[in-house]
């Protein structure tokens, strides 16, 4: 379809491991979000990007965070050794550009679970 | 320091009434507010937008105002049905603080019985 495609839609994995989550932007959206979501709880900002750079990393909650995206498109959001404490659903958005004035378009998460 | 507040976490309401969503906000200048549905397992849907010189903004049975002086916005959902049923979020811009992403609110969760 045209949406935001985020992969894997479930990720289980040993408290330690490292993970990687995909998100696949609608095309010719410029600006990309990350948020996370735990269970009954609102969207926490992690960081966006306009094009490839990220002006705002203020969200990311500690250095085993890291995101990247490359060529103005697919990002990948890191996690390095994983802490029960990362289990939430990462949802990822895309709009036209960056600013209140553009709605945001959301893939349906990946839902993190730390054991 | 900043926070978005959405009133009651859960709202029950009969079919046919009009629901009212609250979202107040504190330490934000916004110059967007939006608001997005969201049901369970999925990702959030935008619905309306409405700028700060904007006192009303309608769609549908859908109608959301913005008060800059009361730092609130109230979301109005008019003869609800069952399907309306959902979470929905306030979410708004950081004018001033030159950037261009949006701070969400946790959400208030609507259920409309029949």
């Known amino acids: 379809g045209a949406g935001v495609s985020q992969s894997p839609s479930n990720k289980v994995t040993e408290k330690g491991k490292d993970v990687e989550l995909r998100c696949d932007p609608i095309?010719?959206?410029?600006?990309l979000y990350w948020y996370r979501q735990s269970l009954g709880q609102g969207l926490e900002f992690l960081i966006y990007f306009q094009g490839n750079s990220a002006p705002d990393k203020s969200g990311l909650p500690s250095d085993r965070f890291s995101a990247e995206r490359t060529g103005g498109s697919v990002s990948t959001l890191t996690i390095q050794r994983t802490q029960q404490e990362d289990s939430a659903v990462y949802l990822c958005?895309?709009?036209?550009?960056?600013?209140?004035?553009?709605?945001?378009?959301f893939g349906d998460g990946t839902r993190l679970s730390i054991l | 320091s900043q926070k978005i507040e959405q009133n009651s976490e859960a709202l029950n309401i009969q079919e046919g009434k009009t629901a009212t969503l609250t979202c107040n906000y504190t330490?934000?200048?916004?110059?967007?507010l939006q608001w997005y549905r969201q049901d369970p397992g999925r990702g959030p849907v935008f619905l309306l937008l409405?700028?700060?010189?904007?006192k009303e903004k309608r769609k549908e049975r859908l109608k959301v105002t913005f008060d800059t002086t009361l730092k609130q916005s109230l979301f109005h959902i008019t003869a609800s049905q069952p399907a309306d049923s959902a979470t929905y979020l306030c979410a708004l811009d950081k004018k001033g603080y030159n950037n261009n992403d949006m701070r969400f609110g946790a959400g208030t969760r609507l259920t409309v019985k029949p």
């Open positions: 095309s010719g959206h410029t600006a």
């Open positions: 330490n934000y200048s916004p110059a967007y």
């Open positions: 409405i700028r700060e010189n904007e």
């Open positions: 958005a895309s709009s036209l550009e960056a600013g209140g004035n553009q709605p945001q378009h």
